[in-house]
């Protein structure tokens, strides 16, 4: 059976015409994805991961085909582009089955498959592995990342609006800051300011939320320390707005700080801004880590900063390109990712100041736009 679109075409077409191309180059024979971030990309199919495996299989010469559960077929009904479905009902015995006809329909039980090897999940790995044998199942992240590293303006326009409904939820956050407060009641503060101000209902991560000594972490998780007077708060927060992501930081003072603490704010202020003058279409990635990195070593705290400059950013908060050393990716217009230099004094204190940009065709776009100077709370 095969479900066919009676909607005017979508930008998923074009997308799944790229991916032909993309599979095509990298002499990949088919690409089977699990649900996630590129399902959706591909397909604008939303199924969470449970029990129960669902795959798509995309092939250069066939139409799509998907291996679900018959309670979600309602979902491929409408769907702007033809998709064979192989539905099965509640006995896993029949998993095994329904598999073997989609990679006997496929053919590609002797070709090369490309999986996302972070995504795919053990158990629809091996049902695959199991239906094709002879197949050799490898990596197509390169592949992936091509076909999503570029944001075309549908898509830009949403992490604007990301970035917009984070902004709005830190600035009504901010008044309920207080000392004696404790990072844990910032956070779900924060969580609820996003939620009114538009984020989608998942927020994209948690927010991060530390002081003090445990700004020093920069992946601190929010606990019941209180604020106290001195303290640098670092507030790393995100909205998502269909599906597409912000994620940016800022530190602020909890009463007067100590030299140490207001100098190395303006190092990686100055970092930051480094960063951000060196982006532009054509450079190699690693330029950017470098500019951002060398102020922060000139300064005397570069073994503090202990993390790469940058992560790509769009339906997943850490995605291509990755902005470190030793990337000599050119960087294209339409790719977007963050800016983050940070120093981490262990057991004192810590301070991060990140920012979401776009390449253009002419340099780049900084999508946010709250200051960032150190800003004194109370």
């Not at 993309?22 to 969470?48: C, E, K, R």
């Not at 089955?97 to 158990?123: C, D, H, T, Y």
């Not at 790719?335 to 253009?360: A, H, Q, S, W």
């Amino acid at each position: 059976m095969t479900m066919t679109n009676r909607q005017e075409s979508l930008p998923q077409l074009s997308r799944q015409d790229k991916l032909k191309h993309i599979l095509q180059s990298a002499a990949l024979d088919g690409l089977v994805l699990n649900p996630g971030p590129s399902m959706i990309y591909l397909t604008g199919l939303h199924f969470h991961l449970s029990e129960r495996p669902v795959l798509v299989f995309f092939m250069p010469d066939k139409i799509p085909m998907i291996v679900l559960p018959e309670l979600e077929q309602e979902k491929l009904k409408n769907l702007p582009f033809e998709i064979q479905p192989f539905a099965y009902g509640e006995d896993p015995s029949q998993w095994e089955i329904v598999f073997r006809n989609a990679i006997q329909n496929s053919k590609l039980g002797s070709k090369r498959i490309g999986v996302e090897p972070r995504q795919l999940r053990l158990l629809e790995f091996r049902l695959l592995s199991d239906a094709a044998p002879k197949a050799e199942i490898t990596s197509a992240e390169d592949s992936v990342s091509k076909l999503r590293m570029y944001k075309d303006q549908n898509e830009l326009s949403a992490m604007r609006k990301a970035v917009d409904i984070a902004q709005k939820a830190l600035m009504a956050t901010l008044p309920h800051v207080k000392i004696g407060l404790t990072e844990q009641e910032i956070a779900i503060e924060l969580t609820l300011q996003l939620l009114r101000a538009g984020c989608d209902p998942q927020i994209p991560f948690a927010p991060i939320v530390s002081s003090g000594p445990n700004a020093a972490n920069p992946h601190a998780t929010p606990s019941d320390r209180k604020l106290s007077p001195g303290d640098l708060l670092v507030i790393d927060w995100g909205a998502s707005y269909e599906g597409y992501i912000s994620d940016i930081t800022r530190t602020f003072a909890i009463g007067k700080l100590e030299a140490e603490y207001e100098q190395i704010c303006k190092v990686v202020l100055e970092a930051n801004s480094a960063g951000r003058m060196s982006t532009k279409p054509g450079i190699p990635i690693e330029v950017v880590d470098k500019a951002a990195r060398a102020v922060i070593e000139a300064a005397g705290y570069g073994k503090f900063f202990t993390h790469r400059t940058g992560h790509g950013i769009g339906m997943e908060g850490h995605e291509d390109p990755y902005i470190r050393s030793g990337n000599l990716m050119l960087l294209e217009p339409g790719m977007t990712f963050t800016i983050e230099p940070g120093i981490y004094l262990p057991g004192k204190n810590g301070v991060r100041i990140e920012d979401d940009v776009v390449i253009t065709q002419s340099g780049v776009e900084c999508l946010t736009s709250l200051p960032r100077e150190l800003r004194q709370l109370m």
